[in-house]
């Protein structure tokens, strides 16, 4: 997909969030940011714990940050930062609970290196769990 005229400075967004990160065990540090339709954004960064398994992903934090804030649809797009040589992928817990909120999501890769990569929830998790398989 193309790369949008609002994708840097949501990228910047997340990279801000990113320099948050409390990641002491794996090193690893993520920030995320979540837009809205009406320019709203929402950032978070992961969050690990001595007890490793109670770590949060930087997406998930980014997108209860927006649903704290009262934001549960008409999202428009999610970056997702690291520093690294490859670009980042959300993992799956975190698509899923993208896809909750907002299923077919833009969804902007990148590295503080300058890598991008645009791309959409609906590629990532193709068929998602959602309410509307509840009723
Ligand atoms: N992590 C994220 O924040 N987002 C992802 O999409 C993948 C993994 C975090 C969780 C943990 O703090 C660290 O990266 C290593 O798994």
Redesign the pocket.
């Known amino acids: 997909m193309e790369a949008g005229p609002g994708d840097e400075d949501l990228i910047r967004v997340a990279a801000l969030a990113r320099q948050r990160a409390y990641?002491p065990y794996?090193k690893?540090r993520?920030g995320a940011a979540v837009r809205t339709k009406r320019n709203k954004i929402y950032s978070g960064a992961?969050v690990?714990n001595a007890s490793y398994g109670l770590?949060v992903?930087?997406?998930r934090c980014a997108v209860w940050s927006a649903v704290a804030a009262g934001e549960t649809k008409d999202y428009d797009a999610i970056a997702?930062v690291i520093d690294d040589d490859q670009l980042?992928?959300?993992?799956g817990a975190?698509r899923q609970v993208i896809a909750e909120f907002s299923p077919s999501l833009r969804v902007v890769l990148a590295t503080t290196g300058g890598q991008r990569k645009i791309t959409t929830l609906t590629a990532l998790l193709p068929d998602p769990f959602l309410p509307g398989n509840l009723s």
Do not use: G, L
């Open positions: 990641a794996s690893y993520v992961n690990e770590t992903c930087a997406e997702i980042p992928t959300p993992c975190c």
